[in-house]
């Protein structure tokens, strides 16, 4: 059974940079079948999907994040990670690690149990 | 880029049929995930392509998809059945892309 357990600090000052690791066990980052990526949620709000990573480093980021987003994979320890530039109150939201099937049109079948950023100085 | 459109709400009575649906240009060319999410609580999968139950969810979920209208149906609603559900899709542009989500609460 694969488990995703999301990591870093909760509360991070505006315009500073949001990082976060995701650790994956029961399964290898570097088998090849599944996109990891990650997820956000804002209190009370709905999801948003941020950007994925295969483990070859290839990435897809979502458009209206890229320029602040960079997500990398580190195969040895199994773990892929998120950084995101520059936040504001707007990116406060819980933090999902997930895992997609690389399949064309592509669902989520592993969910971390998701950790809160909150964006306050 | 491509919309999603959910209701916010809707209700059922306990043991009765509850439909969510999804709303998208020409939604029934493209496969619909659809995921529960209760409080507190990451969402989990239960329909995937279309029609597809991942092992462990119960049949009383099912999926449809055509036209422009996806629909998810909860038969014989139960009180753990309330939740928040999220329809997704994947796009050429956004990648994935989800719905705003319906909440369902069963009377």
């Known amino acids: 059974q694969v488990q995703l357990q999301e990591s870093g600090p909760g509360l991070v000052k505006p315009s500073q940079t949001l990082s976060l690791t995701c650790t994956v066990s029961g399964g290898s980052i570097s088998s090849g079948d599944y996109y990891w990526s990650w997820i956000r949620q804002p209190p009370g709000k709905g999801l948003e999907w941020i950007g994925y990573?295969?483990?070859?480093?290839?990435?897809y980021y979502n458009p209206s994040l890229k320029s602040r987003l960079t997500i990398s994979v580190d195969t040895s320890k199994n773990q892929f990670s998120l950084k995101l530039s520059s936040v504001t109150a707007a990116d406060t939201a819980v933090y999902y690690c997930v895992r997609a099937p690389t399949l064309v049109a592509t669902y989520i079948d592993y969910w971390g149990q998701g950790t809160l950023v909150t964006v306050s100085s | 880029s491509y919309e999603l459109t959910q209701a916010l709400s809707v209700s059922v009575a306990l043991g009765q049929t509850a439909r969510i649906t999804c709303g998208g240009n020409n939604i029934g060319s493209k496969n619909v995930h659809w995921y529960q999410q209760k409080p507190g609580q990451a969402p989990v999968l239960v329909i995937y392509?279309?029609?597809n139950r991942p092992s462990g969810i119960p049949e009383r979920f099912s999926g449809s998809n055509s036209g422009n209208t996806a629909t998810l149906t909860i038969s014989r609603a139960q009180a753990g059945d309330e939740a928040d559900y999220y329809c997704?899709?994947?796009?050429?542009?956004?990648?994935?892309?989800f719905g705003g989500g319906t909440k369902l609460t069963v009377l």
């Open positions: 990573i295969y483990y070859t480093g290839s990435t």
């Open positions: 392509s279309d029609y």
């Open positions: 997704q899709v994947w796009d050429s542009y956004t990648h994935v892309i």
